[in-house]
């Protein structure tokens, strides 16, 4: 059952992921594809508000980069694996903000539609809402848990992806302001059929919008059966708003009317019904040709550009151009070398071509990285270095045995013996309270370091028989064991109890070697890591990076202690790095790297170098195999 689960879980998790990830891969690619779209969506919705900008403010065209890099770069970073955690958390809190957004208008309604995925997928209000509330639960629900998120590209090479998704992402924006959408999700694309849509010959979405296209002279008569029906080339120069029209493409626009005149194409400008702006708009640029009346929203959707051009036959669209791409027409040229000139810059497959390529390129190359012989040694010397900055520590733990004269002897005993032969590891012993002050006063803690077995949650007071961290402290120890196993188990210390446990020893100059670990049916229940992890985050996370400087972590595999049983090396490696991640997660990578992890669980002299080799594991927490000084002696010679 707990298998079933686990792999529930873990496609819920791939499929949450694909979902999330393409729909704002999609979002952002529509809105760079077209942002002049989004600036009219988001002019639509700041009128609603009483803010009133022009389409091609800069301030809008800003803010469509900003949105579609946004949704593009959150996506990529989600797919990838690159900073999972930031990335989901991002992620919900765009949610949560989309979602209350989309609350409002559905209940206010200011808008149509919410512009969600531009021109591409038109949803009603009522739909968008009930989009972005599945979207925000997928996105929490990837909160809960992101290391379970497969990483595709690694952390040293993370940058190269996020760098060109951001480059290629306001590159394409910037492109498609200067000229056309790459790709033209809107219901006026080359090949639209507008005459069969105005007939209703074609029942789809663009079509009924194509349906409402109209056009009129100035003297109020309709003219758009006469543009449709046209069969020979009929070029419409569209001005969704004179005022702020670009009239330094003025030369072109009139040799383009002359080359029309000359072969007899019909060529009308097409603005809104603005008498004064018509006639502003003929002393600026002396236009000679006759210019119609057409609805601002058609203009607006017809070409994305103030002014732009269509070219029409038989209402059939053969080409489009911006304003900043206007054709050079001159005797010599045909119509058929105008569109095919034209359609040079229409390039969308090659485009995205220019995005994915190399980003599979740099996938792949990273995968080649991860599994080269030269990263996996540079991994290994690189984790070496860091293990070589931390502390090597063997601790021994000596728990309730020995009485005071054995015990002292045999603390001369070891001490005698790592006097002769400096040991290359740090070396401490926790004895039971009645040893401390007389094991310090001959104990050489340069050679040999003195802990305590544990200490009071209280600070002083009426509590017989308790053995408070200042009394330590006062015997010469330095080390105190906190949060073992045994303390767990048989006088059910909480992580309340351990949390002022461990602070009440650091405040006092104690050093701490704080026990984490889990149970047999934890273990079989595959519920080690959320039990460690939340045995840290219960004592020690309300800790300042200079106290937790002063913790030692060891990782006890309670089932492995006393029973014969022995987590592997590997099982322990694991373990260790989890604990060195989830410290990196919260204190910092630094506090991590320089954090010795001791393994605790049943280790000798006969596995110590097996277990010490590996490059999480710091050395050990020793119980039984402190006892004898030539046991003991034996696992610190494992650093040797």
Excluded at 514 to 522: D, K, N, T, W
Excluded at 613 to 640: E, M, Q, R
Aim: include cysteine; aromatic fraction near 10%; charge should be negative.
């Amino acid at each position: 059952m707990k298998k079933l689960l686990s792999i529930v879980v873990f496609w819920l998790v791939r499929i949450s992921i694909i979902l999330l990830s393409g729909t704002f891969l999609f979002s952002g690619f529509v809105k760079a594809v077209d942002p002049m779209g989004m600036c009219i969506k988001l002019n639509v919705y700041l009128a609603h508000f009483d803010l009133h900008f022009d389409d091609n403010s800069l301030l809008l065209q800003f803010a469509a980069i900003a949105l579609a890099t946004t949704e593009t770069m959150l996506g990529m970073n989600l797919l990838l694996g690159i900073r999972r955690r930031l990335t989901t958390l991002a992620i919900a809190v765009f949610m949560v903000m989309m979602t209350a957004l989309t609350i409002y208008i559905y209940i206010a309604n200011p808008v149509v539609d919410c512009g969600c995925f531009g021109e591409a997928i038109v949803l009603s209000n009522g739909e968008t809402l009930l989009k972005n509330i599945i979207l925000l639960t997928v996105a929490l629900f990837l909160c809960i848990s992101p290391s379970r998120h497969i990483r595709l590209i690694s952390e040293r090479n993370e940058w190269v992806t996020s760098i060109w998704t951001f480059v290629y992402i306001v590159s394409l924006g910037l492109y498609t302001l200067h000229y056309l959408p790459v790709v033209d999700f809107t219901a006026y694309p080359v090949g639209a059929d507008i005459r069969a849509a105005y007939n209703g010959k074609i029942p789809d979405r663009r079509a009924m919008e194509r349906a409402n296209f109209y056009l009129q002279d100035q003297t109020g008569n309709d003219l758009t059966a006469t543009v449709l029906e046209d069969t020979s080339y009929t070029f419409l120069l569209t001005l969704p708003d004179e005022v702020t029209a670009d009239d330094g493409s003025n030369d072109r626009i009139n040799d383009l009317y002359d080359f029309c005149v000359d072969k007899g194409y019909a060529f009308y400008g097409v603005t809104t019904e603005r008498p004064q702006a018509v006639s502003d708009w003929k002393d600026r640029t002396g236009a000679a040709y006759p210019l119609l009346y057409g609805l601002p929203d058609q203009l607006k959707a017809m070409v994305r550009s103030n002014p732009g051009l269509l070219l029409l036959k038989n209402g059939r669209i053969e080409a489009k151009w911006s304003n900043n791409e206007l054709p050079i027409a001159d005797g010599n040229i045909s119509i058929l070398q105008l569109i095919q000139e034209h359609s040079k810059h229409n390039g969308p497959l090659l485009l995205l071509l220019w995005f994915i390529v190399p980003l599979i390129i740099s996938i792949f190359a990273d995968r080649i990285w991860i599994g080269s012989k030269y990263y996996r040694h540079y991994n290994i010397i690189k984790r070496l270095k860091n293990k070589a900055m931390r502390k090597k520590i063997v601790a021994g733990n000596w728990k309730m045995n020995l009485n005071l004269q054995e015990g002292v002897a045999l603390a001369k005993e070891l001490n005698d013996a790592l006097k002769a032969e400096k040991p290359n590891c740090d070396v401490i012993i926790c004895t039971p309270f009645i040893h401390l002050a007389s094991v310090a006063n001959f104990l050489d803690q340069n050679v040999v370091a003195l802990g305590a077995e544990n200490c009071a949650d209280k600070e002083k007071g009426a509590y017989t028989g308790e053995v408070s961290a200042e009394m330590v402290k006062s015997t010469g120890a330095s080390y105190v064991i906190l949060g073992h196993s045994e303390r767990r188990a048989y006088y059910h210390e909480t992580a309340e109890i351990l949390k002022e446990k461990v602070n009440l020893a650091l405040a006092n100059g104690l050093k701490v070697i704080f026990c984490v670990g889990e149970i047999l049916e934890e273990r079989e229940a595959n519920r080690q890591n959320d039990v460690v992890k939340a045995q840290l985050e219960g004592s020690l996370y309300d800790l300042t990076p200079e106290q937790f400087a002063n913790v030692v972590l060891a990782y006890e595999p309670v089932w492995a202690i006393g029973t014969g049983k022995t987590a592997t090396a590997e099982q322990a490696e694991e373990m260790h790095a989890f604990i060195r991640a989830t410290i990196a997660e919260k204190f910092g990578k630094t506090a991590a790297e320089e954090t010795s992890i001791l393994y605790g669980g049943s280790c000798k002299a006969s596995n110590a170098k097996e277990l010490f080799a590996k490059p999480n594991v710091d050395g050990g927490l020793i119980g039984g195999a402190a006892l004898k000084a030539d046991s003991f002696t034996g696992i610190i010679d494992a650093w040797k």
